[in-house]
């Protein structure tokens, strides 16, 4: 069986075990003037041994992009960190054009099915927005891409690509020749399309859901691992979502209790090792160090294979850090904190993790 190709899965994955683990997680919120502070992410990346740490402040009332940013890490090491076996996936999304490359037409085209375009030049971020979206996916999905850009300041090469904000996959196999596809961006993929996969907005927080970042939802799995043994848990399956996106999701509802059946599902003494030894790859291989060098090696391996020099367009707004934290602090006090707790403070000293060869 061949392995899951979709971060959608993996996120999916990840919220059985969280709502299976009776975790506590804090609700406190943050004040407004701890927004303000620069070491208000306490899971940020390890500091830098330079001591780099990035100014940040929304006193610019004009809400303009800093320009004393680092570009360039001063300092850098190779990482002695292997890359966990499910990136080896990067190469195989991106094997459809390795052969003949990616052109302007070929990106353009893939404008139908996009939400925004992203380009990166010279280590600064520009958006082209198309139509908008379900909730804040654009928001945290770009806010991601920013914090890459500070993790690894001057690393990530230009691009330029097309990003899709839904549930479905719109690249099918059987439209278009091997080397005639449109690369388009997605948070999933499946056997019989060629969209390229990437980690979705969840990882920074869904603030419409009070999801926190994934680092803080992380350190809450391994307190919750603590409280309540395996053995001691309750066996049930449990889920919540919305049903009707999926036919599927749909016969999830005969799974109900009624008068007649009750399709709990109960645990053995085996689906206890299932359970911690999926909590423990959660733990070891879905760290965010990790969903940030997925990123960085995705996006350096899709930018080789461009044939034209990637430029800004006309219609295209730089982003950054500052104009999307401060802007949207004004609107809804949860995104903001959510910004502020899954913010990049510092650069890494190293470079990131080795990747695993092709399979």
Same mark, same amino acid.
């Given at each position: 069986?061949s392995?899951?190709?979709?971060w959608?899965?993996? !996120?999916i994955f990840?919220f059985?075990?969280v709502?299976? =683990?009776v975790?506590w997680i804090?609700?406190?919120?943050?004040?407004?003037?701890?927004?303000f502070?620069?070491?208000?992410?306490t899971?940020?990346?390890?500091?830098?041994s330079v001591?780099?740490e990035?100014?940040f402040?929304?006193?610019?009332?004009?809400?303009?992009?800093p320009?004393n940013h680092?570009?360039t890490?001063?300092?850098?090491?190779?990482?002695?960190v292997?890359?966990p076996?499910?990136?080896?996936w990067?190469?195989e999304d991106?094997?459809p054009?390795?052969?003949? #490359?990616?052109?302007?037409?070929?990106?353009e085209?893939?404008r139908?099915?996009?939400?925004?375009r992203?380009?990166?030049v010279?280590?600064k971020?520009y958006?082209? !927005?198309?139509?908008?979206?379900?909730?804040t996916r654009?928001?945290f999905?770009?806010w991601?891409?920013l914090?890459?850009l500070?993790?690894?300041?001057g690393?990530v090469?230009?691009?330029e690509?097309?990003?899709?904000l839904g549930?479905?996959?719109h690249i099918?196999?059987r439209?278009?020749?091997?080397?005639?596809?449109p690369?388009?961006?997605?948070?999933?993929?499946d056997?019989?399309?060629?969209?390229i996969?990437f980690?979705?907005?969840?990882?920074?927080g869904?603030?419409?859901?009070d999801? *926190?970042?994934?680092g803080?939802t992380?350190?809450?799995?391994?307190? #919750?691992? *603590?409280k309540i043994k395996w053995k001691?848990?309750?066996?049930?399956a449990?889920?919540?979502?919305n049903?009707?996106?999926?036919?599927k999701r749909?016969e999830l509802?005969?799974?109900?209790?009624s008068n007649?059946n009750?399709?709990?599902?109960?645990?053995?003494?085996?689906?206890q090792?299932i359970?911690?030894a999926g909590s *423990?790859?959660?733990?070891?291989?879905l760290?965010?160090? =990790?969903v940030?060098?997925?990123m960085?090696?995705?996006l350096?391996?899709?930018s080789?294979?461009l *044939?034209?020099?990637?430029t800004?367009?006309s219609?295209?707004?730089?982003?950054?850090s500052e104009t999307?934290?401060?802007?949207?602090?004004n609107? =809804?006090g949860?995104?903001?904190n959510?910004?502020v707790e899954?913010?990049?403070k510092?650069?890494?000293d190293?470079?990131p993790?080795t990747?695993p060869?092709?399979?």
């Amino acid at each position: 069986m061949s392995p899951v190709k979709r971060w959608a899965s993996i !996120t999916i994955f990840i919220f059985f075990f969280v709502i299976s =683990f009776v975790y506590w997680i804090d609700k406190s919120a943050l004040t407004g003037n701890y927004f303000f502070r620069t070491f208000a992410n306490t899971l940020s990346p390890k500091k830098s041994s330079v001591q780099l740490e990035f100014p940040f402040n929304c006193s610019n009332l004009n809400l303009t992009c800093p320009t004393n940013h680092p570009v360039t890490i001063e300092k850098e090491e190779s990482s002695p960190v292997a890359c966990p076996a499910y990136m080896r996936w990067i190469h195989e999304d991106l094997r459809p054009w390795k052969s003949a #490359g990616i052109t302007r037409d070929m990106v353009e085209r893939g404008r139908d099915y996009a939400n925004f375009r992203l380009v990166i030049v010279k280590g600064k971020a520009y958006v082209e !927005t198309y139509r908008g979206t379900f909730q804040t996916r654009d928001v945290f999905t770009i806010w991601g891409i920013l914090q890459l850009l500070r993790l690894y300041p001057g690393k990530v090469p230009d691009l330029e690509l097309m990003f899709c904000l839904g549930d479905e996959t719109h690249i099918k196999k059987r439209d278009y020749q091997a080397t005639s596809a449109p690369p388009v961006f997605n948070y999933c993929e499946d056997d019989e399309t060629l969209d390229i996969v990437f980690p979705d907005w969840s990882f920074w927080g869904w603030a419409e859901v009070d999801i *926190k970042p994934w680092g803080i939802t992380l350190e809450a799995l391994k307190e #919750g691992n *603590k409280k309540i043994k395996w053995k001691d848990r309750k066996p049930y399956a449990f889920w919540k979502g919305n049903p009707y996106v999926s036919q599927k999701r749909v016969e999830l509802l005969k799974c109900n209790p009624s008068n007649k059946n009750d399709w709990n599902v109960r645990l053995y003494i085996q689906a206890q090792e299932i359970g911690e030894a999926g909590s *423990k790859f959660i733990q070891e291989n879905l760290k965010m160090d =990790f969903v940030y060098d997925y990123m960085f090696h995705l996006l350096s391996e899709y930018s080789k294979l461009l *044939k034209f020099e990637p430029t800004i367009p006309s219609g295209a707004l730089e982003v950054c850090s500052e104009t999307m934290a401060c802007l949207e602090g004004n609107k =809804f006090g949860r995104i903001k904190n959510f910004m502020v707790e899954s913010m990049v403070k510092s650069p890494k000293d190293t470079l990131p993790c080795t990747m695993p060869p092709p399979l």
